[in-house]
């Protein structure tokens, strides 16, 4: 793709930080009585939202669960801070910047109703699940009950525990779309075994945004004295929740994902009387055994990406944890109707019940390769998605199943989800002729 659009890129045409700090508290102020299904389609707030990104000029980004863009007033504070801290980094960055690390802690302890010291800050899920995986003692023979459809890097985690400790994973299968929660409760009910120490659930699966009803996983595993652990990569942010409800044991998800916070974030909980049982991935001191900052003792590292975890907090609190749900939730379902109405075209998981599907979906297509599809709108479309494939789903005719994920955010605009929906129904018949 030609780079020429890149000097647009300056053009002033979002607001800065401290303008969207004031705007976003204002419509929070004025919409304080609305519910959050009245704003989910109400545009003058979500242009005001829009506007305090810097959206790209060239594409539309239909890929925010990979990884998503950070809000101005987020990106500044970063750069100001990583200038700030270039002055004397040992003295700016570890003397008056590190700290700020408790005010985020605080901060997202008070938002999801848990106490900070259950609370660590990471640099992705990947570090707040693999602490927990390898930091987890077990005894061969010790069994983790887990999907086919949780994140590979989390699986293969598991696999090298099983190559070097022999722990036995049992991964379970299960059909899309799942037409009732309780059918999940189901799976792991059913699957749990004499030997099963640790259940490991994706609280929404990255392949089709598929929620799962964690509370009630982790509830069952309380009952047989299991651990849970609850990969929130993608749920974070995104699906409302509180730590205090949840009762899961750890719980680990990037920032960089809903929350738009600076890449190279994210947090980590785990339940008190854990902490001393889990070791940290890199060692920390004994004396920090009890306490939950071992998990991020990783030496030097830049202060800037933690502490903009803060604006982040801010703007996702100004938009409110409903409303965003809300919103996203409609753009999902704009596109989605649309799609679905194509013969051939199938949205893994579309579900109008709130429990079972939130901003984002798969979009699979009978005799069209994904890949290429995929390649055509963002040639011709300049239209930005993540072709995914997954594994066997039994009781399907198809062996795999690849499509287009689709993920918006909260400054996608109706008009692009417009756009990405009409190019699929012109695109679709139109490749299936020639292939
Ligand atoms: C379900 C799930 N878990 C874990 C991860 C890892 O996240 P990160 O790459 O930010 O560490 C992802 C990333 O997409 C994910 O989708």
Redesign the pocket.
């Known amino acids: 793709m030609s780079t020429s659009f890149l000097p647009q890129v300056t053009r002033r045409n979002f607001l800065l930080g401290a303008q969207a700090v004031a705007i976003t508290a204002a419509l929070n102020k004025a919409y304080a009585g609305v519910l959050p299904e009245q704003t989910a389609d109400d545009e003058e707030f979500w242009r005001q939202i829009r506007l305090a990104y810097e959206a790209d000029p060239a594409i539309i980004n239909l890929n925010n ?3 998503a863009p950070s809000p101005t007033v987020v990106l500044e504070e970063q750069i100001n801070e990583v200038r700030y801290g270039n002055y004397s980094p040992s003295y700016r960055m570890w003397r008056e910047l590190e700290p700020k690390i408790e005010d985020v802690r605080k901060k997202m302890a008070q938002m999801w109703d848990a106490d900070p010291e259950t609370i660590a800050i990471t640099r ?4 707040s ?1 693999i602490n927990v995986q390898l930091g987890i003692t077990m005894q061969p023979g010790d069994e983790v009950l887990i999907t086919t459809q ?2 590979p ?2 699986l293969t985690t598991w696999e090298q525990r099983r190559r070097r400790d022999g722990v036995v994973i049992k991964k379970v299968d299960f059909k899309v779309p799942v037409q009732s929660p309780d059918d999940l409760v189901k799976l792991y009910r059913e699957n749990i075994g004499l030997k099963t120490k640790i259940i490991h659930v ?1 609280q ?3 392949m089709t945004g598929q929620i799962f009803p964690v509370k009630e996983i982790c509830k069952l595993a309380r009952e047989h004295n299991i651990i849970s652990i609850v ?1 929130g ?2 749920a974070f942010a995104h699906v409302p929740f509180q730590f205090t409800d949840l009762d899961c044991d750890y719980y ?1 998800a ?1 920032l ?2 809903w929350l738009s916070a600076p890449v190279g974030t ?1 947090m980590l909980y785990v339940r008190k009387d854990r902490i001393p049982q889990t070791w940290a991935l890199m060692p920390a001191n004994e004396s920090q055994d009890h306490d939950i900052r071992k998990f991020e003792e990783i030496g030097t590292h830049p202060a800037a990406m933690h502490n903009g975890i803060l604006q982040a907090l801010d703007f996702y609190k100004n938009i409110g944890a409903d409303r965003k749900f809300a919103r996203l939730r409609y753009l999902k379902s704009r596109w989605a109707e649309r799609a679905e109405k194509i013969p051939g075209v199938t949205v893994l998981v579309k579900a109008e019940d709130p429990r079972l599907s939130g901003a984002f979906a798969t979009v699979q297509f009978d005799g069209v390769d994904a890949g290429k599809l995929g390649g055509v709108l963002l040639d011709k479309y300049k239209i930005f998605t993540t072709p995914i494939g997954g594994p066997a789903v039994p009781g399907t005719k198809t062996p795999q199943f690849t499509g287009l994920r689709i993920s918006p955010n909260v400054y996608t605009s109706p008009d692009e989800i417009d756009r990405f929906a009409s190019a699929v129904e012109e695109l679709v018949p139109t490749m299936r002729k020639t292939a």
């Open positions: 669960g990979g990884v992705n899920a990947s570090e699940l949780d994140y890097r989390m994706s929404v699966c990255f990969d990569a993608h680990g990037s960089h994902k994210g």
